[in-house]
């Protein structure tokens, strides 16, 4: 399931495309975690002696991100503001005429990416949480799946940079004196809505209840079964992914007046 609804222009720079968007977003998430959950965790994927051979790579994932960063260089996934490379360094340069992307964001933004923490995150602390231990031998499509997770994480964490801007634009009377001051906290403690984020973890929790049930034809089987565990998205969303798209936000806005 791909992404939706990019921001494109100024107009649609507001709170309901951006919230739209992120609610799609939700989607795509969820749906890739369901996808990498049919593989137990196959941990040589994540190891060093799998990738024994692969020149100059840590294991197999972090070979087959980089390889498949490369190629999608090239046909120009990164020329948007809304994509951010896990390997950034010596990336080829696109193939393809260059979409002309609206300057929306602040030029600094294109600095900003956490994906090296967005990586020990999902690597170390997420994927035990969803996947059975084991190891099928099934490399190469658990790794696709890491992909899809990784990009769709990542992609959904970084939006906090549009985020952020729209949230400037609505009140630079409230941002501005924060940012001229670099307080951290004080932006943080603007950014962070506790009921918005509550409602936030209800709803992916209620979609992946929807997403990842088990359907079947028989009455007899009265015990709803998952995929995933559906408890596992506002656990994501509450001590991950909400935290560090927050922490994206601080970094922008604390560059947004240079």
């Known amino acids: 399931m791909g992404s939706c609804n990019p921001i494109t222009t100024m107009k649609s720079l507001n709170l309901d495309a951006i919230r739209e968007s992120l609610i799609r977003q939700e989607d795509t998430i969820i749906f890739s975690l369901i996808e990498r959950s049919k593989f137990p965790i196959n941990s040589p994927v994540y190891s060093p002696s799998l990738a024994s051979t692969l020149s ?121 004196p924060a940012i001229h001051a670099q307080d951290r906290d004080a932006l943080m403690e603007l950014l962070t809505f506790e009921n918005v984020e509550e409602m936030l973890k209800r709803r992916v929790e209620k979609k992946a209840r929807v997403f990842a049930q088990e359907v079947t034809l028989s009455d007899m089987d009265k015990e709803e079964k998952y995929k995933i565990d559906p408890s596992l998205l506002p656990r994501l969303y509450g001590e991950w992914i909400m935290p560090l798209t927050k922490l994206v936000e601080v970094e922008y806005l604390l560059k947004r007046l240079d």
Do not use: M
């Open 56 to 176: 100059s790579s840590k294991s197999l994932l972090h070979f087959f991100v980089h390889q498949s960063e490369a190629i999608q260089s090239q046909v120009g996934r990164y020329e948007s503001p809304e994509e951010h490379p896990f390997f950034p360094d010596n990336l080829p340069s696109s193939l393809l005429p260059q979409y002309n992307h609206p300057q929306i964001l602040h030029p600094t933004a294109a600095a900003i990416n956490i994906n090296e923490t967005i990586w020990d995150v999902y690597v170390n602390q997420l994927l035990p949480l969803f996947t059975t231990e084991g190891d099928d031998g099934n490399y190469v499509p658990t790794a696709t799946s890491d992909l899809q997770c990784l990009q769709a994480i990542s992609r959904r964490i970084h939006y906090g940079k549009f985020v952020a801007e729209v949230k400037y634009l609505d009140a630079p009377e409230d941002y501005g």
